[in-house]
């Protein structure tokens, strides 16, 4: 089964990008809106995560995973910082 993917313009260099089940992303360069660059890390850092969803649940039901741009890699959520 194929998802369907769009994106529609806003404005100068502000699209939203939507799916077939009703999620919606801003995508641009302002104020509450994930870069295209940053959507790509996203996706990375979850994709890795997604894999090992099964084991990490039961160790931490709410974990926070980013990925780092400057030196890349996933690193700790600072949610977590004193756990």
Known sequence: MSNILWAY???KKSYVGQNERGAKVEIG??????????????????CHTFSADHV?????????????????????CPAFADV
Request: glycine share 14%.
């Open 9 to 11: 313009r806003q404005g």
């Open 29 to 46: 360069m302002g104020e509450n809106q994930f870069t295209p660059g940053e959507l790509l890390q996203l996706a990375l850092a979850t």
């Open 56 to 76: 990490l649940s039961g160790l931490m039901p709410e974990l926070c995973v980013f990925f780092r741009a400057c030196r890349g890699g996933l690193v700790s």
